[in-house]
């Protein structure tokens, strides 16, 4: 795979950075001041406010078929009976779900579906009672009851609060109206009482209110933290069940690559080295014909044809090396990644600091991740020098290519960066490029060592 380094030179990006001030809207207010009137804590004090009705009905209904079902198992009853409180399990999980993405946030990925085998409810049911979901959402049912009461308690207690105390200088006036006192009483007993009513008590409650209601969203913040983190924990998918999704990608990213190297190969063979090789058969059966009649054009034919040969045998090496180089199998990385690199058209210093060798799988990625890079810096970046470095660390193998060329290089502009990452990424392997404006570029693989 042609991996083009060049595109995306000049343009700013570094992959793990958000480019501050690129894209973002400026504010006049600082976020302590904005908070409150943000729509991201109304929407966090909506799910506040909601998760108590909804949690109370959730609740009642887990305890009641649970407890019906567990009172029942006795008798077939029971095992409907807590089917179908599995089963409004999954249901309110899917609400929870759904509501959590709506006011939290939540990038929150869908579990593996009901796995039914048969046909009948019978199957049905086992399939809820195997089903680890299932269990997890009904858990969740019955944890979050108290955490839910708990933050509904604050939270209004805080918002109410906090801004009950800022606007009271605009509703004071109703104490001495209609409660025939001053204001807010503080203090009263049988001889004397304290009231709110002066104009510096007014702006010092006013002031109160004011804190309370700036660090009322960082509480709510910090309470649908927990909220989050239970959504995430016991509504979404397992993590068997979402590395079992990431193997299934991989897979399909090495069955990919497979089949375009194999493509690129037959490609590269038919163009090349096959045709070099028909038209060499065609020139020797023409000097076979004139050999008798002509031997000096034979003998000239012959000759062209030899120099064909070398030709067809030189693309037959390159090609082979392609595939995997017989000084890799025979030296290890170090010789094969001194002799990619003494091909590169720029001086590149290689340092390799291993203490054995890698699985051979990891070994031939590690010795193709480096070659198409330096391909890269050949063809695009406009260096004058780069460095290899290969070196482990515990159980990763480490693999850096620097270059002082052009930069701008960015993996989430779509190009072949992006192919060498997801090669990588099929092995759990991470690919990190740094590459600002006017460089340097600097592109560091991480490989597990599996040796």
Not at 348 to 361: G, I, T
Request: net charge negative; proline share 5%; hydrophobic share 45%.
């Amino acid at each position: 795979m042609a991996t083009e380094y060049g595109q995306g030179y000049g343009q700013p990006g570094r992959p793990g950075f958000d480019g501050a001030g690129a894209g973002e809207r400026r504010h006049l207010l600082p976020a302590g001041l904005r908070a409150p009137i943000e729509g991201r804590v109304w929407r966090e004090f909506g799910y506040v406010l909601l998760s108590l009705p909804i949690t109370i009905a959730a609740f009642t209904f887990a305890v009641t078929m649970v407890s019906l079902g567990a009172g029942l198992l006795v008798t077939f009853l029971g095992i409907p009976v807590l089917a179908a409180a599995l089963a409004g399990a999954r249901g309110f999980g899917a609400l929870e779900r759904l509501r959590a993405r709506a006011l939290l946030g939540v990038e929150l990925a869908d579990p593996v579906p009901l796995q039914v085998k048969k046909n009948g409810v019978m199957a049905w049911m086992g399939a809820l009672f195997k089903s680890g979901t299932s269990w997890r959402n009904l858990l969740f049912m019955v944890l979050h009851f108290p955490w839910a009461v708990f933050t509904f308690s604050v939270a209004v207690t805080f918002w109410t609060t906090g801004w009950a105390l800022l606007t009271y200088p605009l509703w004071q006036w109703t104490f001495p109206m209609y409660a025939g006192q001053g204001g807010i009483q503080l203090y009263g007993d049988q001889n004397h009482s304290v009231y709110l009513d002066n104009p510096f008590e007014i702006t010092v409650t006013a002031m109160l209110g004011l804190l309370v209601t700036l660090a009322t969203p960082w509480i709510i913040r910090a309470l649908t933290t927990v909220d989050r983190l239970m959504v995430h924990g016991l509504l979404g998918p397992s993590r068997l069940a979402t590395r079992v999704v990431e193997l299934e990608s991989d897979r399909g990213v090495v069955v990919d690559t497979a089949a375009a190297d194999l493509r690129r190969i037959e490609r590269d063979l038919h163009d090349g080295a096959q045709a070099r090789l028909v038209s060499l058969a065609m020139d020797l059966g023409l000097a076979k014909e004139k050999l008798t009649e002509d031997p000096e054009a034979a003998a000239r034919m012959v000759d062209e044809a030899h120099g064909e040969v070398k030709t067809a045998l030189q693309e037959l090496r390159d090609l082979a090396r392609g595939i995997h180089p017989a000084v890799l199998t025979d030296r290890g990385l170090d010789a094969a990644l001194s002799s990619v690199a003494s091909r590169c058209t720029v001086p590149v210093q290689v340092e390799v600091d291993l203490p054995a060798r890698p699985a051979p799988a990891i070994e031939g990625i590690a010795y193709f991740t480096v070659s198409e890079l330096l391909q890269n810096i050949s063809k695009h970046s406009r260096a004058t020098r780069a460095t290899v470095d290969v070196w482990r660390v515990e159980n990763r193998l480490m693999l850096q290519v620097t270059d002082n060329g052009l930069g701008g290089a960015d993996v989430s502009q779509g190009s072949g960066l992006a192919g060498l990452a997801e090669r990588l990424d099929a092995v759990d392997g991470i690919l990190v490029v740094d590459s600002p404006p006017a460089g340097p570029t600097r592109v560091t693989a991480e490989l597990p060592w599996r040796g």
